[in-house]
């Protein structure tokens, strides 16, 4: 600077007030001009204090951002940016030349003591022109539009500057430490002058777009001051975060256009969930676990912190409803993550009883509130219903949370906000999307830990009842049907469709939850729809092959709950539509007991009937095939349905009737070739039957099934299903009095035998079903000279005796049981996967084995292998020759009785003959 220009800076500084002012308009000019020119940091310094302190109190409010801000703030930037670049430049050149600590030091400190100075000065004049604006009264952000932002600036630069410090001065950091906290401190004071000045500062249309841009732009940058001092200082964040939501719902109308509210919404997301997991860490653990670095008064302060957020969260929602942009996603992830990390998950930690109590009532009450202001965001219903969600294994138990929240929104909702989540609109370029009652079965599919630990929740309050805690199964089930109550007529068929595949699908709790709400459905609705959805699901099985398929089952078990449910008319009405004589296989799943009480004599009576003539019809074929069987198999599952439902008595059946089955089974025994159909489904549900008529059987016929079913066990193959199921005739037999005669000890020999055999079985089913049957057998018998027989092996004995002794076996694996459920969803998934893999590439063929004769008399053929054999050219050419014989075979035979009808199995047999060979040629 020029000698006069220090002798104006000395002149000035001896000034009186009235003075300055009268030489206001001719030094005003000058000090400015030196102030924007080359001189020294100090010297700028210097000049900037004597314009705020000297002059700036006596200009004009109203010409102030003109004759003064406008000129000099920008500098007052551009200086502060230059010393902080210093300072870096210094400590990177110390690195490259050896230069002498000690002047390094004091360089730095002649830094840092300038940034303070700049501050301390730009806070006094930040100061002085809000004491201007209480004289004026109001004050226009147009004039002081320079001001707040250059402040924001330079305090954004230097928490940047201390946030990064440690970094930056490396060893040098203890020697500059009491700076940096000045350096600090000073900021934080000219954030609170500037937030005072900014909470006196009109804002109006207008003011133009411009000025409105200057207060979007002061916004943004208290915005970045947030995440800045995020990891900082939590109070100071708070208290930051608190005046940014105040100005700018208090400037909404003219900022909901310009300003970010998605950005501000994401960081306070972010800030809650950083919060609230570091909340976490520090909360109080349950008692007997270990609890070190635990605070309680530390937790208690970052709860109240994510409690503030929280709640400003809310606030920027509610006040720019419609405005917030493409956050929906964060704020759904930031619902997640609350209850994902909060008892009863599964993941959780184990914190105290109290602590948990504070989460609830400071933040997860919250949850509800929330979502109720997001419940009209179509964005935000997007992100929840779309079908492939971006979740962890812990995070699908807080999504179903989130899903039964929302059902209980929905009713009071209006008509088009329930469409929006019932029945969601999507187009081929959206990713797909299913409704939020559908959403729910299908994330119960991926809660198979918490259905099964299980999981309890508050259950729903009734009047005049306390409230208690439910199971996760009871609790979804209690708010599905709640919904289900009040979902709009119009939208009656998507539950339907969504009770329908949910209960077609493998999963099991998704089945049975589905099963229950549609139970609740036939009791809460009319008549006519239970009758008609008992129609819809007996001409569903009807269409359906006989087999063990999951989805048929549950058909299957959805049926003989919705049977009981009809009226006695509907009920009497069904059995005219579905006759027993044309539908045996479908009367085998139902619920005898349920019709009317004059109902159930005929309808047993004709069950009886029809499923003897199917087996007589078998019995007197000529040629008998595998694939025949199914008939015999669906006969006889039809005597079981009846004999279980009058288990501890005899069925409503004619004498002749019983003994016309009795007489038909023990005639199945001795005719099937066993060791050909061993693990055929006729086999398990024989031994079912005869386990059920055991009381009528005399000792030879009870013998001569003893003895095949020993043969049977005697196979490595037999079906782990007939091995089941032999446990329980064995069961059954305990109660059986076998008199003295020739075969009694045949009998014994044989039931210790059967026993012996199965409780050393290898699979863990069979031997624990058998454990279970000796148990009950070991109590009722009346042959008690046949327990031990059945414990000849050592080990066995003593896991007999202590499944008798109700002991415990011991359990040593350090696997937690939340582990083991895991590892078995990831085999359930597996399963489903390839399981409808299978479904989508398998070609309707009819295996070889279908061909296959099961008369005693022609033994030739065994069961088809399990694996196809490879076949190489000569082989092929050799199948082929055969193949041409047997035709001329067939031929031969033909010509010769061609006066003669031929068999109605004859005809069968060709037509599936033929099918596999179409099948066998290359589609064209």
Same mark, same amino acid.
């Given at each position: 600077m020029s000698q006069t220009g220090n002798s104006l800076l000395d002149d000035v500084g001896s000034w009186s007030a009235d003075q300055c002012r009268e030489e206001l308009s001719n030094t005003l000019p000058k000090l400015i001009c030196q102030y924007g020119n080359g001189a020294s940091t100090d010297k700028k310094i210097t000049v900037l204090r004597t314009l705020v302190t000297n002059f700036l109190p006596h200009i004009s409010l109203d010409v102030l951002e003109e004759q003064l801000l406008s000129k000099i703030l920008p500098q007052t930037q551009i200086l502060f940016d230059k010393i902080i670049s210093d300072v870096t430049k210094h400590l990177e050149s110390e690195s490259t030349q050896s230069s002498s600590t000690a002047k390094l030091q004091n360089t730095l400190m002649q830094c840092l003591q300038c940034l303070v100075s700049m501050i301390e000065i730009l806070g006094s004049c930040v100061h002085q022109v809000t004491s201007l604006c209480k004289n004026y009264g109001t004050v226009s952000m147009d004039q002081i539009q320079s001001l707040p932002c250059t402040a924001l600036n330079i305090v954004k630069g230097s928490f940047s500057h201390c946030k990064d410090s440690n970094e930056l001065y490396g060893d040098y950091f203890s020697s500059v430490s009491e700076p940096l906290s000045s350096l600090f401190k000073k900021a934080y004071g000219l954030q609170k002058s500037l937030m005072a000045l900014l909470d006196a500062v009109q804002l109006s249309e207008q003011d133009g777009d411009e000025v409105i841009g200057?207060?979007?732009?002061?916004?943004?940058?208290?915005?970045?001051?947030?995440?800045?001092?995020?990891?900082?200082?939590?109070?100071?964040?708070?208290?930051?975060?608190?005046?940014?939501?105040?100005?700018?719902?208090?400037?909404?109308?003219?900022?909901?256009?310009?300003?970010?509210?998605s950005s501000l919404i994401k960081s306070l997301c972010s800030d809650i969930e950083s919060n609230y997991e570091h909340c976490l860490q520090i909360a109080p653990l349950q008692p007997g676990v270990s609890s070190s670095q635990r605070d309680g008064k530390a937790f208690a302060k970052t709860l109240k912190i994510c409690n503030l957020c929280l709640k400003m969260l809310m606030h920027l929602l509610k006040e720019f409803d419609g405005y917030i942009g493409d956050c929906h996603k964060s704020l759904y992830h930031l619902v997640i993550v609350l209850q994902s990390l909060a008892p009863p998950s599964v993941h959780a930690p184990l914190i105290s009883?109290?602590?948990?109590?504070?989460?609830?009532?400071?933040?997860?009450?919250?949850?509800?509130?929330?979502?109720?202001?997001?419940?009209?965001?179509?964005?935000?219903?997007?992100?929840?219903?779309?079908?492939?969600?971006?979740?962890?294994?812990?995070?699908?138990?807080?999504? $179903?949370?989130?899903?039964?929240?929302? $059902?209980?929104?929905?009713?009071?909702?209006?008509?088009?906000?329930?469409?929006?989540?019932?029945?969601?609109?999507?187009?081929?370029?959206?990713?797909?999307?299913?409704?939020?009652?559908?959403?729910?079965?299908?994330?119960?599919?991926?809660?198979?830990v918490e259905f099964n630990v299980p999981v309890y929740l508050p259950s729903i309050m009734c009047n005049g009842q306390a409230q208690r805690n439910v199971s996760l199964h009871e609790y979804v089930t209690t708010h599905l049907c709640g919904y289900v109550a009040s979902v709009p007529a119009a939208h009656f068929g998507i539950v339907e469709r969504a009770l329908l595949t949910s209960v077609l699908d493998s999963d099991i709790n998704m089945a049975l939850t589905a099963m229950d709400v549609w139970c609740f459905l036939a009791r809460y609705g009319t008549a006519a729809l239970c009758f008609t959805h008992v129609k819809?699901?007996?001409?569903?099985?009807?269409?359906?092959?006989?087999?063990?398929?999951?989805?048929?089952?549950?058909?299957?078990? =959805?049926?003989?709950?919705?049977?009981? =449910?009809?009226?006695?008319?509907?009920?009497?009405?069904?059995?005219?539509?579905?006759?027993?004589?044309?539908?045996?296989?479908?009367?085998? +799943?139902?619920?005898?007991?349920?019709?009317?009480?004059?109902?159930?004599?005929?309808?047993?009576?004709?069950?009886?009937?029809?499923?003897?003539?199917?087996?007589?019809?078998?019995?007197?074929?000529?040629?008998?095939?595998?694939?025949? *069987?199914?008939?015999?198999?669906?006969? *006889?599952?039809?005597?079981?349905?009846?004999?279980?439902?009058?288990?501890?008595?005899?069925?409503?059946?004619?004498?002749?009737?019983?003994?016309?089955v009795k007489n038909?089974?023990?005639?199945?025994?001795?005719?099937?070739? =066993?060791?050909?159909?061993?693990? +055929?489904?006729?086999?398990?549900?024989?031994?079912?039957?005869?386990?059920? *008529?055991?009381?009528?059987?005399?000792?030879?016929?009870?013998?001569?099934?003893?003895?095949?079913?020993?043969?049977?066990?005697?196979?490595?193959?037999?079906?782990?299903?007939?091995?089941?199921?032999?446990?329980?005739?064995?069961?059954?037999?305990?109660?059986?009095?076998?008199?003295?005669?020739?075969?009694?000890?045949?009998?014994?020999?044989?039931?210790?035998?059967?026993?012996?055999?199965? *409780?050393?079985?290898?699979?863990?089913?069979?031997?624990?079903?058998?454990?279970?049957?000796?148990?009950?057998?070991?109590?009722?018998?009346?042959?008690?000279?046949?327990?031990?027989?059945?414990?000849?092996?050592?080990?066995?004995?003593?896991?007999?005796?202590?499944?008798?002794?109700?002991?415990?076996?011991?359990?040593?694996?350090?696997?937690?049981?939340?582990?083991?459920?895991?590892?078995? $969803?990831?085999?359930?998934?597996?399963?489903?996967?390839?399981?409808?893999?299978?479904?989508?590439?398998?070609?309707?063929?009819?295996?070889?084995?279908?061909?296959?004769?099961?008369?005693?008399?022609?033994?030739?053929?065994?069961?088809?292998?399990?694996?196809?054999a490879k076949y190489d050219d000569s082989d092929l050419q050799e199948a082929i020759k055969q193949v041409k014989q047997g035709l001329e075979r067939i031929k031969e035979l033909k010509g010769v009785n061609h006066e003669k009808s031929q068999p109605s199995w004859f005809v069968d047999e060709l037509r599936m003959i033929k099918d596999q060979v179409v099948s066998l040629l290359p589609k064209q």
């Open positions: 200057k207060m979007v732009q002061v916004c943004d940058g208290f915005h970045e001051l947030c995440i800045i001092i995020s990891s900082m200082d939590s109070t100071l964040m708070v208290s930051t975060w608190r005046f940014l939501v105040k100005l700018a719902s208090k400037h909404k109308d003219l900022l909901k256009d310009g300003l970010e509210v009883s109290g602590a948990q109590d504070e989460l609830n009532k400071s933040l997860l009450i919250c949850i509800e509130p929330l979502l109720q202001q997001l419940l009209a965001n179509k964005q935000f219903c997007e992100a929840v219903l779309i079908c492939k969600q971006d979740l962890s294994k812990s995070q699908w138990f807080s999504r $179903l949370q989130t899903l039964l929240h929302l $059902l209980r929104l929905l009713p009071n909702a209006s008509a088009e906000v329930q469409t929006h989540w019932l029945a969601p609109t999507v187009f081929p370029e959206d990713e797909p999307r299913e409704s939020v009652f559908k959403a729910v079965f299908t994330t119960i599919s991926k809660c198979h819809l699901i007996a001409n569903l099985l009807n269409s359906l092959p006989t087999n063990s398929n999951p989805a048929y089952i549950h058909l299957c078990m =959805l049926l003989r709950r919705l049977i009981p =449910l009809m009226t006695p008319e509907d009920q009497t009405s069904f059995t005219s539509l579905y006759p027993v004589q044309d539908n045996l296989t479908l009367w085998t +799943h139902l619920p005898l007991l349920a019709f009317p009480e004059a109902s159930k004599q005929e309808l047993c009576q004709q069950i009886g009937n029809t499923a003897i003539e199917h087996c007589q019809g078998w019995m007197r074929t000529e040629t008998k095939t595998l694939g025949s *069987l199914s008939k015999v198999t669906t006969a *006889l599952n039809a005597l079981c349905s009846v004999y279980r439902h009058y288990d501890s008595s005899q069925p409503p059946i004619t004498t002749r009737l019983q003994d016309a038909m089974v023990c005639q199945l025994w001795q005719e099937l070739p =066993l060791d050909k159909i061993r693990s +055929h489904d006729l086999m398990s549900t024989l031994i079912s039957l005869s386990g059920l *008529l055991l009381q009528g059987l005399n000792p030879e016929e009870l013998n001569n099934i003893l003895c095949e079913i020993q043969k049977l066990l005697q196979y490595d193959k037999t079906s782990v299903q007939v091995r089941i199921v032999t446990t329980d005739f064995l069961r059954r037999i305990g109660k059986k009095n076998i008199p003295p005669c020739a075969q009694q000890s045949k009998i014994l020999q044989g039931i210790s035998g059967a026993f012996s055999k199965l *409780l050393s079985d290898k699979h863990w089913v069979v031997h624990q079903m058998a454990l279970q049957a000796f148990s009950v057998f070991a109590e009722e018998t009346s042959h008690e000279s046949v327990v031990p027989e059945c414990l000849q092996n050592e080990t066995v004995q003593g896991l007999a005796v202590n499944f008798l002794s109700k002991e415990p076996r011991p359990y040593n694996s350090e696997t937690s049981e939340v582990d083991l459920l895991e590892a078995q $969803l990831n085999v359930l998934s597996d399963f489903a996967v390839k399981q409808q893999e299978y479904l989508q590439n398998v070609k309707p063929v009819v295996p070889v084995g279908n061909q296959l004769s099961v008369s005693k008399t022609n033994c030739a053929s065994e069961e088809p292998a399990t694996k196809r």
